[in-house]
T-cell receptor, first 116, second 111 residues
């Protein structure tokens, strides 16, 4: 598509439930990133995929968080046993794989997750 | 890890005024980027800076890469209502490809 698409745009879930957030990057973008933005805060890096390389998971806050990227395209971020502190906007971004262009992220509109 | 400190946290200005915000780091960055985020949307890249001392303009926006490589400034001239949003500075984290973002400057433009 023309931009990065994320779904759902909003998700309300009960504490303890699992959730899956989806990201469709721009076609041809080999790099994909997940960030988390808590209310009034900056963006916190979660995980990074580049082509077929092993993902950089260094930003995942706990083992309840995991992400996959299938076929080098669509990515799913899964949060197991959600907690109230997981409430945030989860942003996905993609970029071309080369060095400088890699920093010109295109972000999706995000998924606003509320854990009640 | 690397941290970016942005100031001010929020600004209220009158339409037509110029505004300046800055970003500092305790460590050297080789690239500085400025993003703008509007409500309900993801951040959008405004300006990218790749060289110490570089000054780059994009319309009414001007950004500079500090000579020490530990700071950057963003100026907006003749502000208009659509300038409202959160402005983030960002830079690549060491050898990793992901960006570290500052905490943002919330800009409000009063009519």
């Amino acid at each position: 598509g023309a931009g990065v698409s994320q779904s759902p745009s909003n998700k309300v879930t009960e504490k303890g439930k699992d959730v899956e957030l989806r990201c469709d990057p721009i076609s041809g973008h080999t790099a994909l990133y997940w960030y988390r933005q808590s209310l009034g805060q900056g963006l916190e890096f979660l995980i990074y995929f580049q082509g077929n390389s092993a993902p950089d998971k260094s930003g995942l806050p706990s083992d309840r968080f995991s992400a996959e990227r299938t076929g080098g395209s669509v990515s799913t971020l899964t949060i197991q046993r959600t907690q109230q502190e997981d409430s945030a906007v989860y942003l996905c971004a993609s970029s071309l794989g080369n060095r400088r262009a890699n920093y010109g992220y295109t972000f999706g509109s995000g998924t606003r997750l509320t854990v009640v | 890890g690397q941290q970016l400190n942005q100031s001010p946290q929020s600004m209220f200005i009158q339409e037509g005024e110029d505004v300046s915000m800055n970003c500092t780091s305790s460590s050297i960055f080789n690239t500085w980027l400025w993003y703008k985020q509007e409500p309900g949307e993801g951040p959008v890249l405004l300006i990218a800076l790749y060289k110490a001392g570089e000054l780059t303009s994009n319309g009414r926006l001007t950004a500079q890469f500090g000579i020490t490589r530990k700071d950057s400034f963003l100026n907006i001239s003749a502000s208009i209502p659509s300038d409202v949003g959160i402005y983030f500075c960002a830079g690549p984290s060491g050898s990793a490809r992901q960006l570290t973002f500052g905490s943002g400057t919330q800009l409000t433009v009063l009519p």
